[in-house]
């Protein structure tokens, strides 16, 4: 799994990519018939996983330039939502591409539908 996630393949086949660039997120894999966005609200698990990338980053360059550089709360806050936007795209499709391949991940070990 971890090496499909860099290379944007799809988690069931490893054939095709899932992004088409940054944004564009391509609606099924044209190999096996994947649906990417299986239904309204799929990637809300991707979107928590952007959380949990993004927040640390942003806590510890707000801590660290309190801190190290001894600057004011604001102006590290506002350093700290430009960093933010900056690394938006890279952690949009990454985490969408791990939470698809743990979603995968699970359904190949048959633990959906198991009560």
Wanted: net charge positive; hydrophobic share 45%.
């Amino acid at each position: 799994m971890s090496i499909l996630i860099p290379k944007n393949l799809c988690p069931q086949c490893h054939q095709t990519r899932v992004f088409e660039g940054y944004y564009k997120m391509k609606k099924n894999c044209t190999a096996c018939g994947l649906i990417y966005e299986r239904e309204q609200g799929y990637n809300i698990g991707g979107v928590i996983i952007h959380y949990l990338l993004a927040a640390p980053l942003g806590l510890l360059t707000i801590v660290s330039l309190i801190f190290a550089l001894e600057m004011s709360f604001p102006y590290a806050l506002g350093i700290c939502v430009v960093q933010i936007a900056v690394t938006h795209p890279f952690f949009y499709k990454y985490s969408a591409l791990v939470w698809m391949n743990i979603h995968q991940a699970i359904i190949n070990n048959g633990y959906e539908g198991k009560r």
